[in-house]
């Protein structure tokens, strides 16, 4: 079935590290792919998205490229901040589906 | 920025108990849904509702679940009998279209003891 892994947390950095938080996928046909991320006491906020092969999302610093060669998402930010501190969670929708299928999530820290 | 709105934040029941989760959808969205998410696990599909009728229910939605948009405005969760394994956040959600991203709510932490 359709299905998202992320690598295991929790992540911990110091601040300006490079972060990066891995995704794959395992899907039938070309799903739309997602980040969210969810602050402590919030829900889940949509990121970044990629709909095809190719595109790269970005927002807030953080950049996802969609490869389909690798079936991959994987998050990447040059430079984390301590309010990135947060539950990244990887997910995908199906072409013509409502529903997202999430990934465990990677909860990251970030020390000053 | 629109939000959803959900309450409680927390609710604490006991097995065999029904509760009723609520959510406040942005106003000119067309599409809700539940998710729930089991500590430790994945946030799971439960339901989606468009045009006032279930279109999408995963296995997990059996018949202790039930969805309802009452008035226009709520978007409401029915769990009858709960059982301790629904002890889980539960989120809800709405979007513009099928296409678009969702926005969430902060969710609501039920424990069932």
């Known amino acids: 079935g359709d299905s998202v892994t992320q690598m295991e947390g929790p992540v911990t950095l110091s601040e300006e590290a490079f972060l990066t938080i891995n995704c794959t996928y395992t899907?039938?046909?070309?799903?739309?792919l997602f980040w969210y991320v969810q602050y402590p006491g919030e829900g889940l906020q949509l990121l970044l998205k990629?709909?095809?092969?190719?595109d790269k999302g970005s927002n807030k610093g953080f950049e996802a490229t969609y490869r389909k060669e690798t079936t991959s998402f994987h998050l990447e930010k040059g430079s984390v901040q301590v309010s990135d501190s947060a539950v990244y969670f990887c997910?995908?929708?199906?072409?013509?589906?409502?529903?997202?299928?999430f990934g465990q999530g990677t909860r990251l820290t970030i020390n000053p | 920025e629109p939000e959803v709105t959900q309450t409680p934040s927390h609710q604490v029941t006991q097995m065999g108990q029904e509760v009723i989760l609520r959510c406040v959808p942005i106003?000119?969205?067309?599409?809700f849904y539940w998710y729930r998410q089991i500590l430790g696990q994945k946030v799971e599909f439960l339901v989606s509702?468009?045009?006032?009728?279930?279109?999408?229910k995963s296995e997990i939605f059996d018949d202790q679940f039930s969805v309802e948009r009452p008035d226009g405005s709520n978007f409401t969760l029915k769990i009858r009998s709960t059982k301790l394994e629904d002890s889980a956040m539960y989120f809800c959600?709405?979007?513009?279209?099928?296409?678009?991203?969702?926005?969430f709510g902060s969710g609501t932490r039920l424990t069932v003891v």
């Open positions: 959600a709405s979007s513009g279209s099928a296409n678009y991203g969702y926005t």
């Open positions: 899907a039938t046909g070309y799903p739309s």
């Open positions: 990629a709909t095809k092969a190719d």
């Open positions: 997910a995908l929708r199906l072409q013509g589906a409502q529903k997202l299928v």
């Open positions: 106003s000119n969205h067309l599409y």
């Open positions: 509702f468009y045009n006032n009728e279930i279109s999408e």
